[in-house]
């Protein structure tokens, strides 16, 4: 079936550090690929997306490359700021209008 | 452009109980999934309506059913509530004539059972 891995947290850096969250996926076909963050006490925001092998999608100072070799989608920022303190969730697609499929979210909290 | 909305923030209920949550879907939008996310977890898709009918349903008992109206609104009903239901329930909508596969999502409803 398809399934969605990401790295355990809380994830705590310091200010202005280089942020990394894996994410890996199984999935037949060509799924899309997206990156969704959840403020505390909110719902879901769509932070980026990539729909076809090698597409990077950014948003806000945050990447990820959709690597089809490697089944991955890790979401990459040069410079996390305290505002970035959020859960982050990584999830696919298998066709248009199809449900999503989450990972289990990871927790990151920067400190000033 | 008011985006998806949902009703009520919160609820209380009894175990036994009958519950029923709102979502209004963004302005243009056609289609209504509904999402369960327990503390700590990732959501998990419920079902997904599309001209008032049920297209898509994903591993939920039938406790769980759902309505969509003429004007897009859907509503989530759970029968014979269990402490189990207690999570963030998710209403997210989208389009299903655009490119792109985005779905906008509400704040949710917080659902505790007691």
């Known amino acids: 079936g398809n399934s969605v891995t990401q790295m355990e947290g809380p994830v705590t850096l310091s200010e202005e550090a280089f942020l990394t969250i894996n994410c890996t996926y199984t999935?037949?076909?060509?799924?899309?690929l997206f990156w969704y963050v959840q403020y505390p006490g909110e719902g879901l925001q769509l932070l980026l997306k990539?729909?076809?092998?090698?597409d990077k999608g950014s948003n806000k100072g945050f990447e990820a490359t959709y690597r089809k070799e490697t089944t991955s989608f890790h979401l990459e920022k040069g410079s996390v700021q305290v505002s970035d303190s959020a859960v982050y969730f990584c999830?696919?697609?298998?066709?248009?209008?199809?449900?999503?499929?989450f990972g289990a979210g990871t927790i990151l909290r920067v400190k000033s | 452009d008011a985006g998806v909305t949902q009703s009520p923030t919160h609820l209380i209920k009894t175990r036994g109980q009958q519950v029923t949550l709102r979502c209004s879907p963004k302005?243009?939008?056609?289609?209504v999934s509904w999402y369960q996310q327990a503390l700590g977890q990732g959501p998990q898709f419920i079902f997904q309506?599309?001209?008032?009918?049920?297209?898509q349903r994903g591993n939920f008992p039938d406790r769980f059913s759902g309505h969509q109206f003429p004007n897009y609104s859907s509503e989530l009903n759970v029968n014979a509530l269990l402490l189990g239901d207690s999570a963030l329930y998710l209403c997210?909508?989208?389009?299903?004539?655009?490119?792109?596969?985005?779905?906008?999502f509400g704040p949710g409803t917080r659902l505790t059972v007691t």
């Open positions: 997210a909508s989208s389009f299903r004539g655009a490119v792109s596969y985005e779905q906008y």
């Open positions: 999935a037949t076909g060509y799924p899309s």
């Open positions: 990539a729909t076809k092998a090698d």
């Open positions: 999830a696919l697609m298998r066709e248009y209008g199809n449900k999503l499929v």
């Open positions: 302005s243009g939008h056609d289609t």
């Open positions: 309506y599309y001209e008032e009918e049920e297209r």
